[in-house]
């Protein structure tokens, strides 16, 4: 157990706070853990010593809007990249096995990115590819310089 310790000004909702009272009987130091009910939820005296033990992770919020998803996470040492989807009545897949929303959750779903359609990027490419055109149809920039825009470098 890591006991940082904190004052109970600076204690916020959620936080798992471990109260040592200054009291000492035969078998030492008494204490009482809990969750603060609000920021500055105290339950100590003066004399007490108070320890942040956990901060409670935020939620983790999953897209709703289907489609193609990349995610990026890390094992112990092992960085990783996954590519999972969404369908249309709400289950997550990846590849074309159905996965769990717990499975998303822990595979970075705080970082999920959707991705793109080729034919929306395509659509981007067209567009920026057209205004590289004067109104006399003069031709002013080059195609290196419209992929770049897309990340696209020789």
Request: aromatic fraction near 10%; charged fraction near 30%.
């Amino acid at each position: 157990m890591t006991k940082t310790p904190i004052e109970p000004k600076d204690i916020r909702k959620g936080y798992l706070i471990r109260v040592e009272y200054g009291d000492v009987n035969r078998e030492g130091k008494a204490a009482v853990e809990y969750y603060a009910a609000r920021d500055g939820f105290y339950v100590g005296g003066t004399k007490d010593s108070s320890f942040l033990i956990d901060r409670p992770k935020p939620p983790v919020v999953l897209p709703t809007e289907p489609g193609a998803y990349v995610t990026n996470y890390q094992f112990p040492d092992v960085f990783k990249l996954d590519v999972l989807t969404l369908d249309e009545v709400g289950q997550w897949r990846r590849g074309n096995a159905i996965v769990t929303i717990e499975h998303v959750e822990r595979c970075g779903g705080n970082s999920l990115t959707k991705l793109e359609p080729v034919n929306e990027t395509a659509r981007k490419m067209r567009d920026a590819i057209i205004k590289t055109f004067d109104a006399e149809g003069n031709y002013y920039s080059t195609v290196r310089e419209v992929a770049a825009e897309f990340g696209v470098t020789p």
